[in-house]
């Protein structure tokens, strides 16, 4: 090969091995969350946004221990210079966001732009999402046929707890967590004995309790009564509608006392089904005992399915979480 060639082969290959490493690197965006069990929905959220400037690695605020939580995620981010360059917090809204600035944390929570927050109460309410319930009984039970309106249901529950939740959270913007606690709301709001066929006495029962507190509220505490409707008038604003409760309060409680309540006995009439119908067309026992355990193999514990759930991507407060990232990522740019 001629010297003068063989020289501008060289020089070629070098320049474009230069351009190559000398790409710049993407940008490392590490989200700190609360606990362990946020890790999965904020990765979810935020590989959305990835690509060859940036990235994000979603990790607990300390790798020096153990400490998790709201707290230590905000302590950890808040006081440091990396904070929106290479660092965001993602948390649990709580009540913070529909406290707007009643407290200190409600209004580092809100007014910071590089601390994002669910919106809904916590990751739990995403979970519970009304209209997936569906889908999370047909993962669990492998059966797709519809036996109870879980969308109705939870908008007609949400609708009776509403005017309680409003009293919760005024007393809460006004700092006192002793004259009506979220222990006691939880406690009026869990549902009891639900039958999925006559899911009407369950609410019914919910409602005779919700009245009751309500009177208690009302005679006790008469100052407040007249600010109960302003309230729930600025609430709207913020997304909480009559219908939409669920999604503000305690997560855990929704799950633990209300979805999971009607989820359990929906999944247990829709595994039954299914395996009379693989006994009515088993053509004899072997048929029968095979296919009966092949199903039974195949089921998952709904109490995980629903934990695994991410088809809530259709609620406008992930929208709302969408767009803050968008922000975030032009104003960083």
Known sequence: MPTKLRDNITSSYFSAAHGLYSKKAPRRIVAYVESYDDVA??????????????????????????????????????NTDELGKSLIACVDSDYDFLLQEATFTSRKVNKNKYVFQTYTYAIENYQCFAESLHEVCVQATLNDRPIFDFDRFMKQYSQIVYPLFLWNILFYRLRDTNSFPMYDLNGCASLRDISIRHPEKALNALSHRVNVRLSELEHRYPEHKSSIAPLGKELEELGLMPETTYLYMQGHHIMDNVVLKLLVPVCATLRREREEEIKRLAEHDMQFHNELTCYQNSQVNVEIMLKKNNAYKRLYQYDWLKKDIIEYLKKEE
């Open 41 to 78: 929905f904020w990765r979810s959220l935020l590989e959305e946004f990835e690509n060859e400037d940036h990235y994000f690695q979603v990790m607990l605020p300390s790798d020096t221990s153990l400490a998790k939580g709201k707290k230590m995620v905000l302590m950890n981010t808040l």
